[in-house]
């Protein structure tokens, strides 16, 4: 089922609602990484491209051009989007390995709309490389 315009618009408000809560203090607990080359953590607004391998697993580059992998519940017709939204599912503003998160796609898509996500980690180099062009962000 395409998500509506509608839909989509507060899907883009709640993640924008969910980084201004990041920045709220916290329980204490201590800072994880967030961004920078071989950091384990990411910052969803960073991505800068995005590859469905197939309906299970998506690689997404951030900005300083790590690529993480992340495995879906079956996101129909990904390959298909122009574009998706990272919605951190448990709040926050940074994406780590484990972590749960909701994909919005494009509208053109014939999917669930969001489809879910764990955040399985940082690719190296080397694995990077190894993706077949059609996979690699």
């Known amino acids: 089922m395409p998500i509506s315009k509608a839909r989509l ?3 883009v408000v709640a993640a924008v609602s969910g980084v201004a809560a990041a920045c709220a203090p916290t329980d204490g607990a201590a800072p994880r990484p967030e961004t920078g080359s071989g950091q384990t953590c990411f910052l969803p607004r960073q991505v800068t491209n995005f590859r469905f391998a197939d309906d299970d697993t998506v690689y997404v580059r951030s ?3 790590d690529v993480y992998r992340l495995t879906t519940t079956g ?5 298909a989007s122009l574009s998706i939204a990272l919605l951190p599912a448990g709040g926050g503003s ?3 390995p484990s972590d749960r998160v909701d994909i919005a796609l494009s509208p ?3 999917g669930p709309n969001p489809c879910r996500a764990r955040v399985e980690g940082l690719l190296t180099p080397a694995e990077v ?3 077949p062009d059609r996979a690699r962000p």
Do not use: K, P, V
């Not at 996101?75 to 390959?79: N, S």
């Open 9 to 11: 618009a507060s899907l």
């Open 63 to 65: 900005q300083r051009r």
């Open 75 to 79: 996101c129909l017709d990904g390959e």
């Open 94 to 96: 940074r994406l780590c």
């Open 108 to 110: 053109n898509t014939i």
């Open 129 to 131: 490389e190894a993706l």
